[in-house]
């Protein structure tokens, strides 16, 4: 048995025990086990169907070997020739698929994320720019059926946002919101500008997955909550009861504020959410450090005060520096069409991981 098939087996072989247990009355009534096998179960189940193809094909391939060493008819051995050039074909092309799906993924790929979108260099060109991706963003996952909620808002001067928070829930949501973390830069004339000139400005967007509560265990003595009005727009009611929310988490310092809700509760939740995404994010900035040392490009993550993207309107150009990919499409790209920039650089990660494997193999 060849070493791929051997890993197989044992991935086979976890498969069935997994699935064996998530039927067990005493797994049933341990939900946080439950929730746990079953994504396992799911993760798993991509490999499964790669290796029963794969099992397959190799079975093929011993038959028609079988049929060109004994057939005495040479048409029949023919047609088995033939047919072992496209299982070899298929071979190979299934043996590259399960390389790269035995690299172990992103394990936080198929959570929801917390996107955060800040206006930097520019002044109110840069609150316009924030506000330009926050369209772009919502537009994405309206096209991907997936469902988005603001958390915060701090409104520009003059339009856009000086920062911008929300929440994005849906299948696999930071497996591809994940390459958008980084400084986005555009060149453009800007509303404000009379003399036509050309300007560059900057807005920075970090992408977190959303942490839930297996993840990160709050104590409620480690945080301390203080009430407040909220200011700025939202009517009478808002303004004059104890809505707004700031949480701080004692241990580690982090603090949360929000007033978006005139509900004190509704307050809560989000501020809750956001801080134990913050807190689960000290540690996976710790794996993102791991991996982006054995990495060179780091295409998902990378520094997330590296420039990573230029919006160039005079020439309807839109450039990805971490793949040098040009594209001339802004007015769509700006409009949510941005999945080709995406899957181009999960093409990158995914080579980058895969020459990692053989070199580490």
Same mark, same amino acid.
């Given at each position: 048995?060849?070493? *791929?098939?051997?890993?197989l087996?044992?991935?086979?072989?976890?498969?069935? %025990?997994?699935?064996?247990? #998530?039927?067990?009355?005493?797994?049933?009534?341990?939900?946080?086990?439950?929730?746990?096998?079953?994504?396992?179960?799911? %993760?798993?189940?991509?490999?499964v169907?790669?290796?029963?193809?794969?099992?397959?094909?190799?079975?093929?391939?011993?038959?028609?070997?079988?049929?060109?060493?004994?057939?005495?008819?040479?048409?029949?051995?023919?047609?088995?020739?033939?047919?072992?050039?496209?299982?070899?074909?298929?071979?190979?092309?299934?043996e590259?698929?399960?390389? #790269? *799906?035995?690299?172990?993924?992103?394990?936080?790929?198929?959570?929801?994320?917390?996107?955060?979108?800040?206006?930097?260099?520019?002044?109110?060109?840069?609150?316009?720019?924030?506000?330009?991706?926050?369209?772009?963003?919502?537009?994405?996952? %309206?096209?991907?059926?997936w469902?988005?909620?603001v958390?915060?808002?701090?409104?520009?001067?003059?339009?856009?946002?000086?920062?911008?928070?929300?929440?994005?829930?849906?299948?696999?949501?930071?497996?591809?919101?994940?390459?958008?973390?980084?400084?986005?830069?555009?060149?453009?004339?800007?509303?404000?500008?009379a003399?036509?000139?050309?300007?560059?400005?900057?807005?920075?967007?970090?992408?977190?997955?959303?942490?839930?509560?297996?993840?990160?265990?709050?104590k409620?003595?480690?945080?301390?909550?203080?009430?407040?009005?909220?200011?700025?727009?939202?009517?009478?009611?808002v303004?004059?009861?104890?809505?707004?929310?700031?949480?701080?988490?004692?241990?580690?310092?982090?603090?949360?504020?929000?007033?978006?809700?005139?509900?004190?509760?509704?307050?809560?939740?989000?501020?809750?959410?956001?801080?134990?995404?913050?807190?689960?994010?000290?540690?996976?900035?710790?794996?993102?450090?791991?991996?982006?040392?054995?990495?060179?490009?780091?295409?998902?993550t990378?520094?997330?005060?590296?420039?990573?993207?230029?919006?160039?309107?005079?020439?309807?150009?839109?450039?990805?520096?971490?793949?040098?990919?040009?594209?001339?499409?802004?007015?769509?790209?700006?409009?949510?069409?941005?999945? %080709?920039?995406?899957?181009? #650089?999960?093409?990158?990660?995914?080579?980058?991981?895969?020459?990692?494997?053989v070199?580490?193999?």
């Amino acid at each position: 048995m060849n070493s *791929l098939l051997e890993k197989l087996e044992v991935i086979y072989s976890r498969w069935l %025990e997994i699935g064996e247990q #998530l039927v067990q009355p005493e797994t049933i009534a341990d939900m946080k086990r439950f929730v746990k096998l079953n994504k396992d179960y799911k %993760e798993l189940q991509a490999i499964v169907n790669v290796y029963q193809e794969y099992k397959n094909v190799l079975s093929n391939i011993s038959n028609a070997k079988e049929v060109i060493a004994n057939e005495k008819d040479e048409e029949f051995r023919n047609m088995a020739k033939e047919e072992l050039n496209a299982l070899n074909e298929r071979e190979e092309i299934l043996e590259n698929q399960i390389r #790269l *799906l035995l690299i172990p993924s992103d394990p936080q790929d198929e959570k929801n994320a917390i996107v955060e979108i800040r206006a930097g260099t520019g002044g109110d060109e840069a609150s316009i720019f924030a506000g330009d991706l926050f369209r772009m963003y919502s537009h994405y996952c %309206e096209n991907k059926k997936w469902k988005l909620d603001v958390v915060s808002v701090t409104e520009g001067t003059i339009g856009g946002f000086k920062e911008i928070i929300f929440n994005v829930m849906g299948e696999g949501v930071y497996g591809l919101l994940k390459y958008e973390s980084g400084v986005h830069r555009v060149q453009r004339v800007p509303q404000t500008e009379a003399q036509g000139r050309v300007h560059t400005s900057a807005a920075s967007v970090v992408v977190l997955p959303e942490a839930d509560e297996f993840d990160v265990e709050l104590k409620e003595k480690d945080i301390r909550k203080d009430t407040y009005c909220s200011s700025g727009p939202g009517g009478q009611s808002v303004n004059t009861t104890y809505s707004a929310i700031r949480l701080t988490h004692i241990p580690t310092g982090i603090v949360v504020a929000i007033q978006d809700e005139k509900s004190q509760i509704k307050n809560y939740e989000k501020a809750l959410k956001i801080l134990r995404t913050r807190i689960y994010e000290m540690e996976y900035q710790k794996y993102l450090d791991d991996i982006s040392g054995k990495r060179k490009t780091m295409v998902s993550t990378g520094d997330r005060s590296a420039k990573i993207r230029t919006y160039n309107y005079p020439q309807n150009r839109v450039t990805d520096h971490r793949i040098n990919l040009t594209m001339y499409n802004l007015s769509g790209f700006v409009d949510g069409d941005i999945q %080709e920039v995406i899957e181009a #650089l999960q093409v990158a990660e995914n080579a980058e991981r895969l020459k990692a494997s053989v070199e580490a193999s």
